[in-house]
């Protein structure tokens, strides 16, 4: 590598990468199909990739049968780097040009820290988790807890980071790792993810809602992130349930979030524990002096009948705003993700219940409510998948 | 004319005849950067548009200035015929190529009496309208009060349209009209009216919310409406507010439309009239023998106090669910029209609030809720408009 990330040169190169990344091997007839290019350009501008040693020729998948034909497929050696910050931890991965995954790890890290010392982890990990699959890096992606300016590469007033208002977080890690990259909210990147990789596959309009420390939604609407005017589309967490509800970490009251969030879900399980209603979280709160959400996924997952209670009552919630949104946008699947998705079908049958009974039967006859296929990985895939468009879309 | 609609010839022609209509009046040097065409292409194309007769050399327009160049536009005697189908009437109207009413009519017509019917008048409405400004036909729209499939050019399973079900409507139309005909939801055609010549024009992200009989919401994202999968995206009438709610025509209860609909507002004035909490709504009542949406809202304006609660109390709802939307969209602007958007600035002000107070700062920042600046007119000259769209960008 010279220093310079190899890209494509012109709009019909990137168009081809992206469909070698999203397809595999294909033959160069098959390509050709797929670009509605005529012959003479095809073999032009293969030519030139193969040139700049983004495309090889030959490749691991087998020929359709008939006559043969040449495989052509992105090049074995190109690299891209997904990082997913979350509120308490950061994962890296690095995966091929087609976003299989080759190797990745996480830490924990408080997002709070600011945006100096979590990039500088984020920058260790990823070339700690790069020297475990080395290669030609072409781009790297990173998700962000909080709202992002896309084409600024910067979080907007995200509530939760600190420090980290309008900090230049492409141009910083552009520079460090010497390849393009793209910025954006997590959430959005866990739904490119799956619909790159996992259960929302080549599906154009799905909405991804994730769970976790926070509640957010990615919305995909033919097949491209809607980010809104000023990129806080998808915010559901903050949507008022109740004017006289519970503090949320927002400074206001009664927001989705405060119910059902990560913290929310802690603080109602401290109750149970405390109050004696359930007996597993008073023996956990005994053993390990706190309680997490998990902690009271786990109980739910016992048997633990006040536990249950909560996940039934937080998904029935959830379910409210989620029946909102399918009557809004009469999406192709709702996909539910996050570290509370870890409590698994008895929420998602409570967000089903909802979303049927309350939106419209048009909107709800085809429409799978299911759980994130990728887990862990989806924003860390859905962050190199952006960043391969970019590298593959923006001719050098 | 020859029994053919005129109609672009290839696709430069119809991105060039989209320009005339939006902008106007145009020279050939600034229609040729704004299609970014080489000068001969640009000769070639407009030479062919100019011998078919739908685009005409010398215009209205003054130049602005600076050497003189030949302005081109529109053929002034292109028509369009823009059709409102509404649940009690129906509004026909003529337009020319820019979309601009050149004559209208309205009548009362229950849409429950049947396409057949109900077709057959808004056939001879539209040819008592186009005869008042003669023209050469290019395409007509119909917008239709139920969910529509765009591509089929039918109702989908109406709620409020017996008998419409899957009725051919746009096939019957073109073969009467002998004219490219487009089907569309009532709601979406009249964002696209406000976003073509009202007060969200130029927008490319915008919500129009109708409030009249039924309540429905167009959306516009990217300057395209979004119509969902199954092409009922902007259902918010039958959100559940509350499991527990009034009855809705639609056989649920607790629908946002069984709280604010035209009919929940004259069931629940008629509660006013007879109980005597409203003096003005009981001496309509007395007076006509019944009671409407629209009494309620002139008792509102008249200053009568249980009235003007109905409607604050009606707007606080709507104002909940809009504010749903505005986090999950972050649009660029929310329009308020139909019939029930002439209870104008209380409305308003309560539906603001209710926004304002409940979805992200972010989103809101910088987000106009205004009423409809066409009223009556914005779903004829929507269907006028998504007519030019067919006729111009589908090449004969």
Redesign the interface.
């Given at each position: 590598m010279d220093g310079q990330a190899p890209r494509a040169g012109s709009r019909e190169q990137g168009r081809m990468l992206g469909v070698l990344r999203d397809e595999g091997a294909l033959s160069r007839v098959a390509l050709g199909e797929r670009l509605e290019l005529p012959r003479a350009r095809l073999a032009a501008e293969l030519g030139r990739l193969i040139d700049d040693g983004l495309v090889e020729v030959g490749g691991p998948a087998a020929s359709r049968g008939g006559r043969r034909s040449t495989l052509v497929h992105l090049a074995d050696d190109l690299r891209v780097i997904g990082i997913d910050v979350g509120a308490t931890s950061i994962t890296a991965a690095v995966t091929d040009g087609r976003c299989e995954v080759l190797a990745s790890a996480s830490e924990e890290c408080d997002v709070r820290l600011g945006p100096v010392e979590v990039l500088r982890r984020a920058r260790e990990l990823a070339a700690r988790t790069a020297a475990r699959a080395p290669g030609r890096l072409i781009g790297a992606g990173i998700g962000l807890p909080g709202?992002v300016s896309f084409r600024d590469g910067m979080p907007?007033?995200p509530p939760i980071m600190p420090g980290w208002d309008r900090y230049p977080v492409r141009d910083e890690l552009a520079s460090a790792l010497g390849c393009p990259v793209t910025v954006d909210n997590d959430v959005n990147v866990m739904a490119l993810g799956e619909r790159h990789a996992g259960v929302a596959r080549s599906l154009d309009?799905l909405i991804f809602v994730k769970v976790g420390t926070g509640i957010g939604?990615g919305?995909v609407?033919?097949g491209r992130v809607?980010?809104?005017?000023?990129?806080?589309?998808?915010?559901?967490g903050?949507?008022?349930l109740d004017d006289f509800g519970p503090p949320c970490a927002c400074g206001e009251v009664g927001c989705l979030e405060a119910y059902f969030g990560g913290a929310a879900l802690a603080r109602d399980g401290l109750t149970l524990a405390r109050t004696g209603r359930s007996p597993v979280l008073a023996e956990t709160l005994a053993a390990t002096g706190s309680l997490t959400a998990r902690d009271v996924g786990t109980a739910a997952a016992s048997g633990d009948f006040a536990a249950a209670s909560l996940v039934r009552e937080g998904g029935r919630r959830l379910g409210q705003?989620v029946?909102?949104?399918v009557?809004?946008?009469?999406?192709?699947m709702v996909v539910i993700g996050g570290g509370v998705s870890r409590l698994g079908h008895a929420l998602l049958a409570e967000v089903r219940s909802a979303v049927y009974?309350?939106?419209?039967?048009?909107?709800t006859?085809?429409l799978p409510i299911v759980l994130s296929e990728l887990g862990d990985d989806a924003g860390v895939i859905g962050a190199a998948w952006s960043a391969t468009e970019r590298a593959f879309m923006s001719p050098a």
């Open positions: 709202p907007v007033a309009d939604c919305i609407l033919g809607y980010r809104g005017v000023a990129g806080t589309a998808g915010d559901i903050h949507v008022r705003v029946a909102s949104l009557s809004f946008l009469n999406p192709g009974r309350r939106s419209l039967p048009l909107a006859g085809n």
